[in-house]
């Protein structure tokens, strides 16, 4: 699958629950738009994120991506506790400077 070396490590990190992994992915001041709300900054992300992994125990495996410049979409199978569990989701990447500046998930 043809992704920002940047993005793997994001799913990799995301994959193996590993919380200082996740953090390097994104860049000081990122932004997560996730479910109706936006994290700002690194801290944030990480507090969004351990909480939904510890609500759902979600497991996100990439199906699918497409590479323009600085931008990648990645459609993902999403498995999980959670109601409707599989979804597929698409995870928009934007990124800057070899991070992950801008993440949304729909």
Request: charge should be negative; hydrophobic fraction near 40%; proline fraction near 4%.
């Amino acid at each position: 699958m043809d992704l920002h070396d940047i993005v793997n490590m994001y799913f990799d990190a995301d994959s193996c629950n590993d919380t200082d992994a996740l953090s390097e992915t994104f860049a000081p001041d990122a932004v997560v738009e996730d479910e109706g709300a936006r994290h700002q900054g690194v801290v944030a992300i990480l507090r969004w994120w351990v909480a939904a992994k510890k609500a759902a125990s979600y497991v996100a495996e990439p199906l699918e991506s497409t590479v323009d410049g600085d931008k990648a979409l990645v459609r993902a199978k999403v498995s999980g506790r959670f109601p409707g569990s599989p979804v597929t989701l698409t995870y928009s990447f934007t990124i800057k400077d070899g991070r992950i500046a801008r993440l949304e998930i729909q």
